[in-house]
């Protein structure tokens, strides 16, 4: 497996990507309370993540259409997922991130490859 070179402070720029679909993103409507309730739990999640799997989120979006709100969230994996033991433990880490972020009650839809040198995975998952 290679390493991907990470070249910028991980917990900067995953403060920067939560807080830019917290402000921008987000159809919550929240009060300030509640967004940094919200804050907090994504950042645990997501520095878990980072922790465990190598798999540091790049981006988040979010749509709401009628009773169902989707997510998609862009990660990348620091060290190359180029087997596909790894790329199932990749998937297996953002079933379980999906299930604690919507406490048990998001529906997957799918993890993708989305580059060349199994580096970037989008994780597509809905809550009704």
Do not use: H
Not at 17 to 31: A, M, Y
Not at 75 to 95: C, R
């Amino acid at each position: 497996m290679k390493t991907n070179s990470v070249t910028y402070n991980q917990a900067d720029e995953l403060t920067k990507v939560v807080r830019n679909f917290l402000e921008k993103k987000s159809t919550f409507e929240l009060d300030s309370d509640e967004q940094g309730n919200l804050l907090n739990l994504l950042m645990g999640l997501l520095i878990k993540l980072e922790d465990d799997y190598k798999l540091n989120c790049l981006d988040i979006n979010q749509v709401q259409i009628y009773d169902t709100t989707y997510y998609s969230f862009i990660f990348e994996s620091v060290i190359t997922a180029d087997t596909n033991p790894y790329k199932g433990q990749l998937a297996s880490a953002a079933v379980q991130f999906m299930n604690e972020f919507t406490d048990n009650d998001g529906r997957f839809i799918s993890f993708n490859q989305l580059d060349r040198n199994n580096w970037i995975f989008q994780l597509n998952f809905s809550i009704a």
